[in-house]
């Protein structure tokens, strides 16, 4: 397997620092982008081995870090930028994953796909529903642990302090850092309601979409899959017994191989992506 490491200017001209990890011996026919979920990161638990899965499967994989996810370099996994967290919104990390499709179907770095594939984990979930609804590049979409609504990231009733003091806190278990929400991103869902809708993106996307949960998920409840599943029938949902909100994977991830709701989910997502449609 080999990796190659690239960046790009992302929001605000912000760096979304980008791993590509493919096989030389295998045809680059098809490309997945994966898009990390909220206080997530690129290389977070057993993302690296996700990849070197999809890449012995014939599927180039490529992962990275949204322009303001709170980490200012490539390699990192502690939140060092917490202005740059601070000022997220959903439309950037929508404009970064427009940027990082445009420079994959580019050709510029590496052989241009005939065939693109879009991963969204939890908030990434929701990023990748309403950009593979609204982009035509994207042939398939796979969600995983993937929630219907924005506003299900925080607790409505904080919303008036919110807009008063322009500022909440979210505890980070693993670096026990408390992380600055800027009312920027409060106002980002008030002011672009429709765009941000990811029922509605749900509801209109025309792509194949497989909708992969786990049963006790605590963190986006299976319910909020279920609900996704309503909105687009053609979608297929498959929900893993035993499997929580990172399907079994943790960070640090000191293993050598994938936990086995992961795995069953990686199993799952590369045979639907090589289905032919």
Not at 182 to 194: F, H, T, Y
């Amino acid at each position: 397997m080999i990796t190659a490491n690239f960046q790009i200017k992302g929001s605000r001209d912000l760096p979304v620092f980008i791993d590509y990890t493919y096989s030389e011996d295998s045809p680059a026919q098809s490309l997945t982008i994966f898009v990390h979920g909220f206080k997530g990161f690129k290389d977070w638990g057993a993302y690296n081995h996700v990849a070197r899965c999809f890449a012995e499967n014939e599927l180039p994989f490529l992962k990275f870090n949204f322009s303001h996810n709170g980490i200012s370099n490539d390699r990192g996994d502690f939140f060092d930028d917490l202005e740059s967290f601070q000022k997220n919104t959903f439309t950037k990390e929508l404009y970064d994953l427009d940027e990082v499709i445009s420079f994959a179907m580019s050709g510029k770095a590496f052989k241009a796909p005939q065939k693109l594939n879009l991963i969204g984990t939890s908030r990434g979930g929701g990023i990748g529903i309403i950009q593979t609804c609204r982009d035509k590049r994207v042939n398939k979409l796979a969600t995983w642990s993937a929630l219907s609504n924005f506003r299900n990231l925080w607790d409505l009733e904080k919303e008036e302090e919110w807009k008063q003091k322009g500022l909440i806190y979210v505890h980070n278990s693993r670096t026990h850092q408390m992380l600055p929400l800027g009312v920027q991103l409060l106002n980002d869902i008030e002011q672009r309601s429709e765009k941000l809708n990811i029922l509605n993106s749900a509801r209109q996307m025309s792509q194949p979409w497989l909708i992969i949960h786990g049963d006790e998920d605590t963190t986006v409840p299976v319910q909020q899959a279920e609900e996704l599943h309503r909105q687009q029938p053609n979608s297929r949902l498959l929900i893993i017994p035993n499997a929580n909100h990172t399907l079994g994977s943790m960070h640090p991830w000191l293993q050598d191989g994938l936990p086995k709701p992961l795995l069953r989910a990686c199993e799952e997502t590369i045979r639907f992506f090589k289905e032919e449609v």
